[in-house]
């Protein structure tokens, strides 16, 4: 009786996972060219909704090349990629749409040096999306309390640490209301000690469900908070696998150099 039922749940579970698999972003054999240099080599990969997918691989392999075509800072030449069901590259209007959809968070914070902190996160959705200010400043109050530096709100981004100056960033693209995040090494300028604090808001937002991707090298927040590790190497994909198995018992020898260099 018990295990028929213990059955019964496992085979629902199964069926309402795989009835959650939404594609968020979908990228097919994407070939990105810098004049003769083939940056990008036919790469494929699909993020879930929800999904958390961090990209590891050596300097130069492509990584932030591949993740700046999610939202259209990058081109490509070839392939397809489509974001929450709008291709890119189809229309001027899918850009524009798939930006207010995909916030980004680069390693250089990029702040607005002559904004206040809440300035620097109500600018967009006020030109965007129209919000009237009132609303814009209710919404920035709310995410700069939720990554932790409300009191900051009428500084200005000098007057910040660095991991500060990042939170900010992440409340900013927040703002926007996207649906996917991306980071680009959003800890690699920020002194150590600062490096946890910013770490502890993208697990907040993965926890939340968030879908996201993130380049990083950061061991500890890709075993704990990755559902899929990718290995990026010469423009290519090398590996894609979960924390346990990419880290224990990665399949490429490729990745096992990489792994041999930042464990
Ligand atoms: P990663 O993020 O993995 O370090 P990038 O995507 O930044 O790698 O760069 C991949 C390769 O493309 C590197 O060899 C880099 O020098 C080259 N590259 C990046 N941007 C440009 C550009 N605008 N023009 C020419 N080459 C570029
Ligand atoms: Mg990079």
């Known amino acids: 009786q018990e295990s028929v039922q213990n059955k019964t749940e496992a085979v629902m579970t199964e069926a309402s996972d795989s009835s959650a698999d939404e594609p968020m972003i979908i990228a097919t054999e994407v070939h990105k060219w810098y004049g003769s240099f083939h940056v990008l080599q036919g790469v494929s990969l699909t993020v879930n909704r929800g999904e958390v997918v961090v ?96 009191p900051q709100a009428s500084k200005f981004p000098g007057q910040l640490s660095g991991g500060q100056q990042q939170r900010v960033a992440i409340a900013r693209a927040l703002a926007m209301q996207p649906k996917i995040m ?41 075993r704990e908070v990755a559902d899929r590790i990718v290995l990026m190497d010469d423009g290519m994909i090398v590996e894609v696998a979960e924390p346990q198995e990419f880290f224990q018992n990665p399949k490429h020898e490729r990745t096992r150099k990489f792994l041999s260099q930042i464990l």
């Open 55 to 150: 990209i590891m691989g050596p300097s130069g392999s492509g990584k932030s090349t591949f993740a700046r075509t999610f939202n259209a800072l990058e081109d490509y030449q070839r392939g397809t990629i489509t974001i929450d069901g709008m291709k890119l590259g189809d229309r001027q209007g899918n850009v524009d749409a798939i930006r207010r959809e995909v916030g980004m968070v680069f390693q250089q914070f990029n702040l607005f040096p002559h904004l206040t902190v809440l300035q620097n996160i109500t600018l967009a959705p006020m030109w965007v999306r129209g919000w009237k200010k009132p609303k814009a400043k209710e919404v920035a109050l709310q995410l700069l309390e939720r990554v932790g530096i409300l």
């Open 182 to 222: 991306l980071f680009d090494e959003p800890t690699s300028a920020l002194d150590p000690e600062m490096v946890r604090e910013v770490l502890d808001v993208m697990r907040g937002l993965a926890d939340d469900g968030m879908t996201m991707v993130v380049v990083t090298h950061e061991v500890g927040f890709a």
